[in-house]
Nanobody, 115 residues
Framework: QVQLVESGGGLVQPGGSLRLSCAAS????????MEWYRQAPGKERELVAV???????NYADSVKGRFTISRDNAKNTVYLQMNSLKAEDTAVYYC?????????WGQGTQVTVSS
């Protein structure tokens, strides 16, 4: 069983920054990839970034160069640093992990980019 709790969302102006955190409980955090997804109103949930257990990362084209995913295995926490935010980044952001073929989701945190 894995529990994921996101935090750090909020309202930010275009060009601003936010850092999201996702705290995980349960076994297996450090050996499995962690992912951030987002879902904007009326759109499907999309993968934003993934980080492997060893720290390698990949990003959606829409966020490359602006977002950075990282993890602290000692704290069972994954982060998403978001810079140069745009209105189109507005969404609910979810962290996720697959463990033994089961995908777990956090409850999500709202990010709103608006002036």
């Amino acid at each position: 069983q894995v529990q994921l709790v996101e935090s750090g969302g909020g309202l930010v102006q275009p060009g601003g920054s936010l850092r999201l955190s996702c705290a995980a409980s349960g076994r297996g955090f450090s050996i499995n990839p962690m992912e951030w997804y987002r879902q904007a109103p009326g759109k499907e949930r999309e993968l934003v970034a993934v980080v492997t257990s060893g720290g390698r990362s990949n990003y959606a084209d829409s966020v490359k160069g602006r977002f950075t995913i990282s993890r602290d295995n000692a704290k069972n926490t994954v982060y998403l640093q978001m810079n140069s935010l745009k209105a189109e980044d507005t969404a609910v952001y979810y962290c996720s992990q697959v463990l033994l073929t089961i995908r777990y989701w956090g409850q999500g945190t709202q990010v709103t980019v608006s002036s």
